[in-house]
């Protein structure tokens, strides 16, 4: 596939080429990216993502923004949880907001936009989910500080990704679990391994658990709760925009 002809590491250290193999990467795998979510998270992803919606404060939001919201499965959970609020789903890929708006409950809208410079005025937005987001963020702190700066006080954040360890034995095991488990189903699907091994690859970049609360809160966040799922493997976490 020539989408893929150059390893997801020669792409994920510089921000500017991981946003481009990114849009690259999702508009090639668009059509497929719900069936390989459930496989790799094996069957569980859709119960992750009802925990952490459930979590969220029972408060009447304004505005709710759900960025990387792909082909929209989160920003419709989302927009069932507060049907009183305008959501809107934000997405890089035009392939997947085109299948974001087949599927819409007509409780949400959807739009073009980068989850690292979004369009919202400073403290406008209420709550902001993200789902496998921050990991793919082109650069990590820039982009919790915008999502920081779009936040009202006391604002949530609700973020579910795949998680690493602190004990880098652990972080080992796990990240060569999930390549080997990734690119089997890039094998499968596109004869390409890369294709789902780029997850492990940019999990490999992405903080460790203790590091990631560390970063939300350099960023201007505090956690108030948070769920590990599936022994690890994926954590969701909600924070609240403290200053």
Known sequence: MKAFDLKPRDHLDDPERKRLFNARLFSVVATRYDRITRWLSFGRDQAWKAAMIRALPDRNPALCVDVACG???????????HPGARVIGVDLTEAMLDLARRGSSGGETYEKGDMGALRFDDGTVDVLTGGYALRNAPDLSATLHEWHRVLRPGGTLALLDFSKPAHPWGARL??????FWGGLWGWA????ADVYGY???SLARYPDRPRLRAALREAGFDVAASGLCFAGVAEWILARKAR
């Open 71 to 81: 082909t929209g499965d989160l920003t419709r959970r989302l927009a069932a949880r």
């Open 189 to 192: 699907l596109h004869r390409n």
């Open 199 to 201: 997850i492990a690859d």
């Open 174 to 179: 796990s990240l060569a679990l999930l390549k």
